[in-house]
């Protein structure tokens, strides 16, 4: 994966680069909003991350000066602006996600490459399947192995977005977001227990565990490993 | 001593004599003219009368018999006011009491006005009004009255006139100066309370007379405002201070873990684990910085932009179908129960945070097998009801209105996690949305109520939005 990084924070640059070079993914970095610009333009990136607040060049005018030339990069704005109308703002500019500072690197991480699978072609597929695990959107039925598993609508919701990100990292965060659509920090642990609840009903008397609890960072489904 | 002549009331006071004397003015115009101009037509008739007869008798009687005849009327008149002559065509005076002849000598009858002789003592010279009218045989006669009636009533109308003037000057001048005195005290005890308050004194307030009038009604709003005022600045006065206190202890736990690690001897696994356990102190206090920020925000009014229509039975739904499980995993019973398509006008978030906060709380203080209940209903008209219900500890009475201030936490509390901004945000959130936030006892537990404004019928808005 080619990232792009513009951020004028020099050492929050370093460990994010850090991070994706660890991770096996080549990373490039700029320094202002310019220079951000002119590598976006000139080269080819799979994901962009763009800071709120640069100096020379705006973020957001960035995300808007590359959509309006027609580019389709995936855009995750990275900002110390909290407030849900600076999130609308940044999505409306034609961002594509939006994280809020200070995060974890493992909610970037995830996020991006959740962005990064989502650029390709969307499939009108009516079926998922993760190893023996078949969601049928026609029927809106889930099987494992030949047993059927009734599920509520939120679960049938929270199954779908796992298996669409199937091998990759989710947040709880980015469950809240995506499933509920609510944009707040529960105290209590809501998400967990609705991932486990799902998982009892997945997993419980399959000798293979589908959904996995990722050390801080979320949950991932995925057929290999245990 | 007040600038009278810069007071507006003052110039208020001028503007309206200026307008009255004008019309008091015009209206002794018009009946004098009125009067004046009846009289002289009456006079004008009697003259025609008198012209006619004589001109009749001068033409069966001939000249001699008239100027006796003229004679004899002058002699007769008491009152002294008949001007008449008859002149022949040699300009020879036959009879009359005038000793020149007025205005020329024509052949038509015309009305003409002449002065005529001095009143004994006065400066006066009284006029008269005549007819002239040419006889056969080129005599001329002359039938006038003289207007010392006429004269008399428009001096007593350009006397009442003055006086007029004269009372309604006085009476606008000291009426004019009270209104304006009045006026002026009002609004010099606004002005003084503001220099107090500019002064740096923010206590003062403006006097309120109890009349209910426009100035009260100023002085409350202003009032108000200077409450508002002090409530934000107390506001954030309390939050730099609490920020500054609270925000040490979970500082200071960080800063003793990371001392910690530092520390020889530490085995490579427990550094990790600390360094995961200061991972969630961190996330910790970015959580209690996000909730000051959201309090900050909705506090200052911030987002009132964004409002919109929604429907907030949608939202309970599926906050409760979140909240579902944790209960469930806790033995605790959550009963629901929303009345449908209830719409709001706000802010979607800041509800769902608020209601979440409400859920939180319950469901961290509640005890194992405990009730939980969340119901929405309609009030009245223009308000929802949104209520949660435990039978946890509840809060104890006294402290009710102390829940939400900023980082304030019950003793028996202080033991489980939190910051202590959940019901302040919960509290700026209703008060943003213009409702009424109250706990009571739920014997035992806690009943928390919020009644929101409404929006009444079309549902469809919310729909569209989702």
């Keep these: 994966m080619h990232v792009l990084l513009i951020e004028d924070d020099q050492e929050a640059a370093q460990f994010i680069m850090k991070g994706f070079a660890e991770a096996g993914h080549q990373a490039e970095h700029s320094i202002d909003g310019s220079s951000g610009l002119f590598h976006a333009v000139e080269h080819k990136y799979d994901v962009i991350i763009v800071d709120r607040m640069l100096p020379k060049l705006d973020g957001l005018t960035i995300v808007q000066t590359l959509r309006a030339s027609g580019n389709t990069t995936p855009i995750l704005i990275l900002s110390a602006l909290h407030q849900v109308d600076e999130r609308v703002k940044g999505l409306k500019a034609g961002g594509d996600d939006y994280l809020v500072k200070p995060f974890a690197f493992a909610e970037l991480m995830a996020r991006v490459e959740v962005l990064v699978r989502r650029q390709r072609p969307a499939n009108e597929q009516t079926v998922l399947q993760v190893g023996d695990l078949i969601m049928n959107f026609r029927t809106r039925k889930v099987t494992r192995g030949n047993k059927e598993i009734p599920l509520q609508n939120r679960e049938f919701m929270l199954l779908e977005y796992l298996m669409r990100h199937a091998g990759q990292v989710v947040t709880r965060t980015m469950l809240l977001e995506n499933i509920w659509d609510f944009h707040f920090d529960p105290q209590t642990n809501v998400i967990d227990v609705q991932v486990s609840r799902l998982r009892q009903k997945i997993d419980k008397g399959f000798e293979k565990s589908l959904i996995k609890t990722i050390r801080g960072a979320g949950y991932q489904l995925s057929e290999k490993g245990n | ?466």
């Design chain 2, 1 to 466: 001593m007040f600038r009278l002549f810069r007071s507006a009331a003052f110039r208020l006071t001028l503007l309206y004599m200026v307008t009255f004397g004008a019309s008091v003015t015009a209206l002794l115009i018009f009946v004098y003219t009125a009067i004046i101009s009846d009289m002289e037509a009456e006079l004008k008739h009697s003259i025609s009368v008198q012209t006619s007869d004589l001109a009749r008798k001068f033409s069966v009687s001939g000249p001699a018999e008239t100027a006796a005849s003229i004679k004899n009327m002058l002699e007769k008149d008491e009152e002294k006011t008949l001007v008449l002559m008859l002149i022949d065509r040699d300009w020879h005076v036959l009879a009359g009491n005038l000793e020149l002849w007025p205005g020329g000598k024509t052949n038509v009858s015309t009305w003409i006005k002449f002065p005529i002789g001095k009143i004994e003592n006065t400066q006066l010279t009284p006029k008269a009004i005549a007819m002239n009218s040419t006889l056969p045989g080129g005599y001329i006669l002359l039938v006038g009255r003289k207007m010392q009636q006429i004269e008399h009533v428009h001096e007593i109308i350009v006397e009442v006139l003055y006086i007029c003037f004269g009372i309604m000057f006085v009476l606008a001048a000291v009426g004019g100066m009270l209104l304006s005195y009045t006026i002026y005290r009002r609004i010099d005890a606004i002005n003084q309370a503001f220099r107090s308050v500019a002064a740096g004194a923010l206590t003062t307030r403006v006097k309120v007379t109890g009349t209910g009038d426009e100035f009260d009604h100023l002085a409350m709003h202003l009032n108000q405002t200077l409450n508002r005022i002090c409530e934000l600045i107390d506001g954030v006065r309390d939050i730099s201070y609490n920020v500054a206190h609270d925000l040490r202890t979970p500082l200071n736990r960080l800063r003793h873990r990371l001392e910690n690690m530092l520390s020889t001897g530490a085995h490579r696994e427990e550094i990790t684990e600390q360094v995961r356990t200061a991972l969630i102190d961190i996330d910790a206090l970015v959580a209690t910085f996000n909730a000051i920020l959201r309090i900050a925000q909705a506090e200052a009014g911030a987002g009132i932009e964004q409002f919109s229509a929604f429907n907030i039975s949608e939202v309970l739904e599926d906050i409760v179908d979140l909240y579902q499980p944790v209960a469930e995993e806790r033995s605790q019973q959550l009963n629901a129960n929303i009345i449908e398509d209830i719409m709001l006008y706000g802010d979607r978030h800041l509800i769902t945070q608020m209601t979440a906060n409400l859920l939180d709380n319950a469901i961290k203080y509640t005890p194992k097998g405990g009730n939980i209940a969340l119901t929405l209903v309609l009030g009245d008209a223009s308000y929802a009801i949104l209520q949660i219900l435990d039978n946890g500890p509840g809060i104890p009475v006294s402290f009710h209105h102390k829940v939400v201030e900023k980082f304030f936490r019950l003793e028996q509390s202080r033991s489980s996690p939190g910051n202590g901004l959940g019901l302040s945000l919960v509290s700026a959130a209703v008060k943003l949305h213009k409702g009424v936030l109250t706990f009571s006892d739920n014997n035992p537990g806690l009943v928390v109520t919020i009644r929101l404004p409404r929006v009444i019928g079309n549902t469809d808005i919310a729909r569209s939005q989702k």
